[in-house]
């Protein structure tokens, strides 16, 4: 891992000004890559460039070496954020599986790697922020007081609106796993599940897509933006190579602010309707469906049991249906007062994976998953997020993602399964949870 420092005395100098606001597009092709960006509900948006230290870590410890670096990084700051947004946070995520970037499309991104951006631009409900932040031996304040009017100039400068670029269009596709391939895995696990050696399996799928046009990455996130304004919106670029990896996630992980922290279980899936009443057929019908109602509890309980070595109390609310402009899922927002301090990563570690997206018992689930799926998950269903100096963070799971460079995407989706799992239908399931990155690279009609 880097750790970018040198002693004695801050090596952390960020500084921050409000700027006239640009059109995100604008300011996201003006900065220079490796760029990230995440936007989640009630959070402000926040546009990282460049990388003023990156942290990286491989292996079994690899969340207590990325939180270790964050320690060392956040303790040696001089920091004037100008408002709370702007505050030095690392921005990045984790392998689902340890050894799990090793093949095609993943071979740019490291097994857990987080960023503090050199340039951000915070698009926050008090104005739009532009922050300049170094480390080592740049981390002079004069002149990164310099860089940051320079930066100003510049940004601030840029125009307040943009023609956003069509969508792409896909030339063709290709599928890791065969509708025969499918029905052979889905049969396994469930032949499995009722011998009872595992009681749940999250199995997954990848699409390849070649694109026709350039992929059009501030358009694409704008798009995602506007049409799931309650999902976690991510995207990283793991070096300045043209790799990303974005999504537009409905599942929080854990948030964790003070003692309080909150998170989902999201596990059980149905289509939308054509009509507002077909829409409520469809979430009565799953409200009342034994087997995603089963395959939720699971997720629900788990999570619950995770939390408990950590929590002073846990509270579940009521299971309810989420709808997504795509799907409609089961959902139980959990809530925690912890029993002491903690950093965020701490939670993260114990919570990932949950049962939504690798299966019980744990082990078994995800020696099942590594031994049928043909491809390597790596970022795909794993936790993305921030961390700041104080330890707290938010977290969500990569999913309804895809790895993008300019001419292809890849994209993962994957379904819970339980012992009346039927191949078919989860085939369909899976089809229904590439739509929002499909949905985004077609052109259309
Ligand atoms: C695994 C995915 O989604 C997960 C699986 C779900 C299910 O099986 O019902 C629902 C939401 C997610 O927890 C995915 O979208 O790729």
């Known amino acids: 891992m880097e750790r970018a420092r040198s002693s004695p005395g801050p090596t952390l100098v960020s500084r921050t000004t409000g700027i006239d ?21 009630g959070d402000a948006l926040v546009l990282g460039s460049g990388a003023a230290a990156t942290l990286t870590a491989s292996g079994p410890d690899r969340f207590a070496r990325i939180r270790a670096g964050a320690d060392d990084l956040f303790d040696s700051g001089n920091v004037h954020a100008g408002t709370e947004a702007a505050r030095p946070r690392l921005f990045g995520g984790f392998a689902f599986h340890e050894g799990g970037c090793d093949g095609d499309p993943w071979a740019p991104f490291p097994e857990a790697r987080f960023v503090l951006p050199r340039v951000q631009v915070t698009f926050a409900d008090n104005g739009v922020w532009l922050t300049v932040n170094a480390v080592g031996a740049d981390a002079d304040p004069d002149a990164v007081e310099e860089r940051l009017a320079e ?6 400068g840029l125009a307040a609106t943009d023609d956003r670029p069509p969508r792409p269009g896909i030339a063709a596709t290709r599928r890791t ?52 304004p309650d999902c976690h919106r991510y995207y990283f670029e793991p070096d300045a190579d043209g790799s990303a990896f974005f999504g537009a996630t409905p599942e929080r992980l854990v948030a964790l602010r003070g003692r309080t922290v909150e998170t989902d279980a999201l596990a059980g899936t149905t289509g939308r309707g054509e009509t507002p009443a077909e829409d409520e057929w469809l979430a009565q019908e799953l409200l009342d469906d034994a087997k995603n109602v ?82 390597d998950r790596g970022w795909y269903a ?13 977290f969500a799971v990569a999913i309804r993602s895809a790895v993008a460079t300019a001419r292809r995407a890849t994209l993962f ?10 191949p078919d239908r989860e085939w369909d399931e899976v089809q229904l949870k590439y739509r929002p990155i499909l949905d985004e690279l077609e052109t259309a009609e």
Request: glycine content about 6%.
């Open 382 to 394: 794993a936790p993305v997020g921030w961390i700041d100096a104080a330890g707290n963070g938010a």
């Open 151 to 156: 930066e100003r100039d510049r940004i601030g």
């Open 21 to 41: 606001a640009p059109a995100f597009a604008a300011a996201f092709d003006a900065l220079p890559a490796p760029r990230t960006t995440w936007n989640a509900p």
């Open 413 to 422: 989706a994957g379904v819970g399964l339980v012992a009346d799992s039927d």
């Open 294 to 375: 089963h395959e939720h509890e699971l997720v629900a309980d788990t999570v619950r049991e995770q939390l408990e070595p950590f929590a002073a109390s846990i509270s579940a609310g009521e299971r309810r249906v989420r709808r997504l402009a795509t799907v409609q899922h089961l959902h139980t927002p959990i809530t925690a007062e912890l029993n002491a301090d903690r950093h965020v990563l701490d939670l993260v570690e114990a919570l990932h994976p949950t049962p939504a997206v690798g299966g019980l018992p744990p082990d078994r689930a995800l020696e099942t998953i590594h031994d049928t799926e043909p491809f």
């Open 177 to 228: 796993t065969s509708r025969e391939a499918w029905r052979e895995s889905v049969e396994a696990a469930v032949d499995r599940i009722r011998g009872g050696d595992l009681r749940k399996v999250v199995l997954a799928q990848a699409l390849e897509a070649d694109l026709d046009a350039a992929f059009p990455r501030a358009a694409t996130l704008d798009r995602l933006a506007e049409k799931y």
